[in-house]
């Protein structure tokens, strides 16, 4: 058991962590509600956007001979990897970095040798950890604290002009998808070529339109539009993600600072009545040694 002195230094560092760590509960907290309610007012606007396209695509011919669309052998992979700036938010960092490299060891390893596996990091945390085993194509850690829209438009052109111009044949987005406070589904997206479209929207009602100009120029024109939105989307589900991990993790950071602190209080009260009780007990033998 340690001195009384020891005892109370550790009790004062545990009582100030506790206040730390309770203070980034709540700006974590005031954070995921300004990021939900960013999902929250973008979603409306993006399932319209993904309706469109889909009764588009219907209505048009031959859409699979689009330049985005169009399946090719990966010989030329970049994944775009979001992470956070800082730590303090539990395995949210780690379980990126292990699922970028779990996804190039099992699907793109062959690329990975000779070098044809490339990287985008948004987040610093991310960037640390992979640049050491895998080409930076661009690396961006402002866009997590104030996500700026015409940013990301132009990340997501680059790569469709990448793919267009067969420098890029394929584009995943590994990030951890925001479910609830408490809960982040950790996931691999496929960004480029586009999919089957149907089995996106497969709960959408078909729709009526009239199109002016012709359905292939709108869908040219609003495929893009659509892939910036997707690739913003995802940003922001990855912003409010890290926000309910690091709320979570200083939830229970708080928690076991409390739980430490009242070991601690009733180590130093056992230690101070041990310690009052040794001072009667000499007390009472010098009195009675006084006596005798």
Do not use: W
Request: charged fraction near 25%; proline fraction near 3%.
């Amino acid at each position: 058991m340690g001195s009384l002195k020891e005892i109370r230094i550790r009790i004062a560092s545990v009582e100030s962590t506790q206040k730390i760590t309770g203070a980034m509960k709540m700006v974590s907290a005031a954070k995921l509600r300004r990021a939900q309610t960013a999902i929250i007012n973008l979603k409306p606007y993006s399932n319209k956007l993904n309706e469109i396209l889909k009764d588009l695509a219907e209505a048009a011919e031959n859409i699979e001979e689009m330049p985005l669309f169009e399946v090719r052998k990966p010989e030329k992979v970049v994944l775009v990897v979001i992470t956070s700036n800082r730590g303090l938010c539990g395995s949210f960092n780690t379980n990126v970095v292990k699922e970028v490299n779990r996804v190039i060891e099992e699907s793109y390893s062959e690329q990975a040798a000779k070098g044809n596996v490339k990287l985008i990091c948004l987040g610093k945390k991310g960037k640390e950890q992979l640049s050491k085993s895998f080409e930076v194509l661009q690396y961006n850690e402002a866009l997590l604290e104030t996500p700026a829209f015409t940013e990301i438009a132009t990340m997501a052109q680059y790569l469709m002009d990448g793919f267009v111009n067969k420098t890029i044949d394929k584009v995943e987005v590994v990030y951890n998808q925001f479910v609830n406070a408490a809960t982040q589904r950790l996931v691999v997206e496929p960004f480029l070529p586009i999919g089957n479209l149907n089995d996106k929207m497969q709960d959408a009602q078909p729709r009526d339109y009239i199109f002016e100009p012709s359905k292939r120029e709108i869908l040219e024109e609003l495929i893009p539009k659509i892939l910036k939105l997707q690739l913003y989307k995802t940003l922001i589900d990855s912003i409010a993600s890290e926000h309910g991990a690091r709320m979570t993790a200083m939830q229970k950071a708080t928690d076991n600072a409390i739980e430490i602190l009242k070991e601690l209080k009733l180590k130093y009260n056992n230690a101070r009545q041990s310690a009052i009780t040794n001072e009667l007990i000499e007390i009472v033998s010098g009195a009675n040694a006084l006596n005798g």
